[in-house]
């Protein structure tokens, strides 16, 4: 990156996928594991804007998962819960659609 550091910022046509790992670089990735059943208003919260900071993982229960990411994680109450994530240090889950959002914004 700092060998065209120079360089992008006078030419960011040739440099488009450097400067998209120069933003992932600076601003890091929000993790978003999903589990439980009727996930859609979880998901329509991921979805209603253009998020590309965000990894998403997602299952309707995590026992037995090959992803990490849905390791150890399971609904709370019985209802869709979200687990945001970033830079291993996770939040406290939501069921709630609004508070993903408040976390994600």
């Not at 993790?31 to 590309?52: C, F, K, M, W």
């Given at each position: 990156?700092?060998?065209?550091?120079?360089?992008?910022?006078?030419?960011?046509?040739?440099?488009?996928?450097?400067?998209?790992?120069?933003?992932?670089h600076?601003?890091?990735?929000?993790?978003?594991?999903?589990?439980?059943?009727?996930?859609?208003?979880?998901?329509?919260?991921?979805?209603?804007?253009?998020?590309?900071?965000?990894?998403?993982?997602?299952a309707?229960?995590?026992?037995?998962?090959?992803?990490?990411?849905?390791?150890?994680?399971?609904?709370?109450?019985?209802?869709?819960?979200?687990?945001?994530c970033?830079?291993?240090?996770?939040?406290?889950?939501?069921?709630?659609?609004?508070?993903?959002?408040?976390?994600?914004?």
């Amino acid at each position: 990156m700092q060998l065209a550091a120079g360089l992008a910022p006078r030419y960011p046509i040739a440099f488009g996928h450097l400067l998209c790992a120069i933003d992932l670089h600076t601003a890091g990735v929000a993790e978003v594991a999903l589990v439980g059943p009727d996930q859609q208003p979880l998901l329509d919260v991921l979805r209603e804007r253009h998020r590309p900071h965000v990894v998403l993982a997602s299952a309707p229960e995590s026992s037995g998962s090959v992803v990490e990411l849905l390791a150890g994680r399971s609904a709370i109450q019985g209802r869709a819960t979200a687990y945001v994530c970033e830079r291993f240090a996770c939040q406290a889950p939501v069921s709630d659609p609004d508070a993903l959002r408040a976390l994600l914004d």
